[in-house]
C-alpha cells in the first residue's frame, strides 16, 4: 500500500468517457455498498493535487456541492470496483475539477481513522481546464497559493491540509496519518 508508481499517465479524452460510465443511470454515484476495503477495513478513496506548473506553489481546489460555494476541498472520492487508485484519482480530478494533464508521482497514502478510510494522493500536472465537465454545474474550482489553500481548507478538511503540506515539503512515497476529519 505504501509503494508508488513512478509512471506518468496522460489524462485526456478516454477518461472522460470512463468518467460519464460510472454512474448510474438516475445520474447518482455509485452507491456506498460498492466501497473497496483494504485488509485493514479501511475503504479506498483517491484524490489528485492539482499543480498549474512545475513550480507546484499553485493547486486547484473545488467547492463543495453540499457545503456550500465557500467550503473548498482537494478533489476526490472512493475507487470504484476494479479500479485503480491511479485511475480513480484521474477520473474523480476530471468530474469534479474538469482538469487534464499528466499524473506524476503519489504524494503519500493517508489514513482517516474518523472516517474510515484511507486516501491515495497523487499529483496531477495540469494542461487545461475543460468548460464543460461533470459536476462543473454544481462545483466552482479556483486556483490557490500553497498557504491559501492550506486556510482554505482549514477547519472542515483538515486530512485534505496534510495532502497540501506533503506537497509543500517535496513529499512523495510516503504513507502519512490524516486522523483529524
Same mark, same amino acid.
Given at each position: 500500500?505504501? %509503494? @508508488? %508508481?513512478?509512471?506518468?499517465?496522460? #489524462?485526456? @479524452?478516454?477518461? +472522460?468517457?470512463?468518467?460519464?460510465?460510472?454512474?448510474?443511470? $438516475?445520474? $447518482?454515484?455509485?452507491?456506498?455498498?460498492?466501497?473497496?476495503?483494504?485488509?485493514?477495513?479501511?475503504?479506498?478513496?483517491?484524490?489528485?493535487?492539482?499543480?498549474?506548473?512545475?513550480?507546484?506553489?499553485?493547486?486547484?481546489?473545488?467547492?463543495?456541492?453540499?457545503?456550500?460555494?465557500?467550503?473548498?476541498?482537494?478533489? /476526490?472520492?472512493?475507487?470504484?470496483?476494479?479500479? %485503480?487508485?491511479?485511475?480513480? +484519482? +484521474? &477520473?474523480? %480530478?476530471?468530474?469534479? +475539477?474538469?482538469?487534464?494533464?499528466?499524473?506524476?508521482?503519489?504524494?503519500?497514502?493517508?489514513d482517516n481513522e474518523a472516517r474510515g478510510h484511507r486516501t491515495s494522493v497523487y499529483v496531477l500536472h495540469v494542461d487545461r481546464l475543460l468548460d464543460t465537465y461533470l459536476e462543473g454545474d454544481v462545483r466552482? &474550482?479556483?486556483?490557490?497559493?500553497?498557504?491559501?489553500?492550506?486556510?482554505?481548507?482549514?477547519?472542515?478538511?483538515?486530512?485534505? #491540509?496534510?495532502?497540501?503540506?506533503?506537497?509543500?515539503?517535496?513529499? /512523495? $512515497?510516503?504513507?502519512?496519518?490524516?486522523?483529524?476529519?
Amino acid at each position: 500500500m505504501t %509503494t @508508488a %508508481t513512478s509512471a506518468a499517465s496522460h #489524462i485526456g @479524452a478516454h477518461s +472522460a468517457a470512463a468518467a460519464s460510465q460510472q454512474q448510474q443511470p $438516475n445520474g $447518482n454515484k455509485v452507491p456506498e455498498d460498492s466501497r473497496v476495503y483494504d485488509f485493514d477495513g479501511f475503504y479506498l478513496r483517491a484524490a489528485c493535487l492539482c499543480v498549474r506548473d512545475a513550480s507546484e506553489r499553485e493547486v486547484l481546489l473545488v467547492s463543495s456541492p453540499r457545503r456550500g460555494p465557500d467550503r473548498w476541498l482537494v478533489p /476526490g472520492g472512493k475507487l470504484d470496483p476494479g479500479e %485503480t487508485s491511479e485511475a480513480a +484519482a +484521474a &477520473r474523480e %480530478t476530471l468530474e469534479e +475539477a474538469g482538469a487534464v494533464g499528466v499524473l506524476g508521482r503519489r504524494l503519500g497514502v493517508f489514513d482517516n481513522e474518523a472516517r474510515g478510510h484511507r486516501t491515495s494522493v497523487y499529483v496531477l500536472h495540469v494542461d487545461r481546464l475543460l468548460d464543460t465537465y461533470l459536476e462543473g454545474d454544481v462545483r466552482r &474550482r479556483r486556483w490557490f497559493g500553497l498557504e491559501e489553500a492550506k486556510r482554505a481548507l482549514d477547519g472542515h478538511h483538515k486530512s485534505h #491540509i496534510e495532502y497540501v503540506a506533503a506537497l509543500d515539503r517535496g513529499g /512523495g $512515497n510516503v504513507k502519512q496519518d490524516a486522523n483529524t476529519v
